[in-house]
């Protein structure tokens, strides 16, 4: 076996699992597929280029303001515009949220144009040797830091007095709201914290694949399945749906063609919805 490419497999689906972490939370909180999801990453990604390109900051340390941006942002969207159309059922939000991504795509594109951009730091192409195996530093630590913010997050929404409220919020939100939770706030708060969680991780992408306003877009479908293999609202599920997906591209990049690459994803897809289409770790919200 080629431990190399399980390593870069391994490292790549860390990524995959936090970019899809934000749009299961709301799958699993508000019932709602966020297709605007893609457009929130790449807008990460490009506050990460712009404070490294302009004054120098250091990738890494740009993630507390990705984050803030993000949930200002989400928060803004979901108390004007998701709130409004909530009522009108699924469908009405999937379009929605279409539309709101083509919004901020364009507006991205007519801001900052077509072209490729890169966020190189003086690190990027340093890394170490381990029985052979070459792993790059920067890959390691966007690894580390995936799975430490999912960490966070777990934590948080088990540990916390607000966690509780959204997860009860996730369970009934007609019995939350007898309590006395105030629903429509954690609604918004959720929906923030989404958007902040895939707008870090548009921030940990820009370091190694090239920013661009389609960025996002090609994410969204690696997010989806993600999402699906490891179960909607499952944040555990959406790291390993994440790490399945990335040693699947690699070991197809390998050992197939790297033209098919997203063939096989799809392929994966289609094959976990006929025989468990729960996803490997779906429940029927996150918190259970």
Known sequence: MDWQVIINGILLGGLYGLAAVGFSLIWGVMNIVDLAQGAYLTLGAYITFWLFKLW????????????????????????????RV???????????????????????????????????????????????????????????AALLLVALLTIFLNKTRIGNAIRATALNRLAANLVGIRTEFIYALTYSLAAALVGMAGSLISMVYTVSPNLGGAFMTKIFVVTVLGGFGSLPGAVLGGLILGITEALTASYIAPGLMNAVSFILLVVILIFRPQGLMGKQFYGA
Do not use: C, H
Not at 58 to 83: H, M, R, W
Not at 107 to 120: F, G, H, I, K, Q
């Open 56 to 83: 120098g900051v250091d990738p890494f340390l740009t993630l507390p303001v990705s984050a803030i941006i993000l949930f200002s942002l989400g928060f803004i969207v979901e108390s004007q515009i998701i709130k």
């Open 86 to 144: 909530l009522r009108y059922g699924f469908v009405m939000l999937l379009v929605v949220t279409y539309g709101l991504n083509l919004l901020l795509q364009n507006a991205m594109l007519v801001a900052w144009s077509a072209d490729y951009r890169s966020v190189t730091p003086s690190y990027s192409g340093a890394g170490i040797s381990i029985a052979g195996v070459n792993i790059p530093y920067i890959r390691l630590a966007l690894f580390i």
